[in-house]
Antibody, heavy 120, light 107 residues
Framework: EVQLVESGGGLVQPGGSLRLSCAASGFTFSSYWMHWVRQAPGKGLVWVSRIDGDGSSKNYADSVGGRFTISRDNAKNTLYLQMNSLRAEDTAVYYC?????????????WGQGTLVTVSS | EIVLTQSPATLSLSPGERATLSCRASQSVSSYLAWYQQKPGQAPRLLIY???NRATGIPARFSGSGSGTDFTLTISSLEPEDFAVYYCQQRYNWPLTFGGGTKVEIK
């Protein structure tokens, strides 16, 4: 069974940093692109970043480019999101997602999410 | 960036009624359009991909149609568990984008 468990969220001041983790199990982690998607309180879904199976290809939304870094450790079956220079508008639940087998750009499995609150 | 506009924002219906949700893209996304369902406090769930293909375990009352820039999700007869927010998503190009969502609420 595919399982994704995010951690690392919390309260951080504007300008601060946070690293999110997503522990994956139940599938061959290194074979899949992985994604981060966020959802501000009461708002819609926004794709944040994605990374290919060996970590060589990465994409970011314009709103986080230059501040966030996606990475993965295939030996630990773990996905990361390093978030620097955080802003109030980064406040959201952050989900990691594994693609559906049909396409690497469809989110077939989701974690439960971890809440990041940026506030002084 | 491809903008997806969903309408209506809220749909008030009774169980057993038919729900028709719309998603319009700012440019053609070919057939690379998916739909997700999200219930309060839960992560989204993939319902339909590439316009009309139901994901594993999705009931046949959910169907999708459309092409290019105009797409529709239809729920033929609403069950109590179908009241939720629905998002469309394009995978035509990066950044992958979602629509703003349609909330289907109980009338």
């Amino acid at each position: 069974e595919v399982q994704l468990v995010e951690s690392g969220g919390g309260l951080v001041q504007p300008g601060g940093s946070l690293r999110l983790s997503c522990a994956a199990s139940g599938f061959t982690f290194s074979s899949y692109w992985m994604h981060w998607v966020r959802q501000a309180p009461g708002k819609g879904l926004v794709w944040v970043s994605r990374i290919d199976g060996d970590g060589s290809s990465k994409n970011y939304a314009d709103s986080v480019g230059g501040r966030f870094t996606i990475s993965r450790d295939n030996a630990k079956n773990t996905l990361y999101l390093q978030m620097n220079s955080l802003r109030a508008e980064d406040t959201a639940v952050y989900y990691c997602a594994r693609p559906h087998p049909y396409s690497s750009s469809l989110a077939g499995w989701w974690g439960q999410g971890t809440l990041v609150t940026v506030s002084s | 960036e491809i903008v997806l506009t969903q309408s209506p924002a809220t749909l008030s219906l009774s169980p057993g009624e038919r729900a028709t949700l719309s998603c319009r893209a700012s440019q053609s996304v070919s057939s690379y359009l998916a739909w997700y369902q999200q219930k309060p406090g839960q992560a989204p769930r993939l319902l339909i991909y590439d316009v009309s293909n139901r994901a594993t375990g999705i009931p046949a009352r959910f169907s999708g149609s459309g092409s290019g820039t105009d797409f529709t999700l239809t729920i033929s007869s609403l069950e109590p568990e179908d009241f939720a927010v629905y998002y469309c998503q394009q995978r035509y190009n990066w950044p992958l984008t979602f629509g703003g969502g349609t909330k289907v609420e109980i009338k």
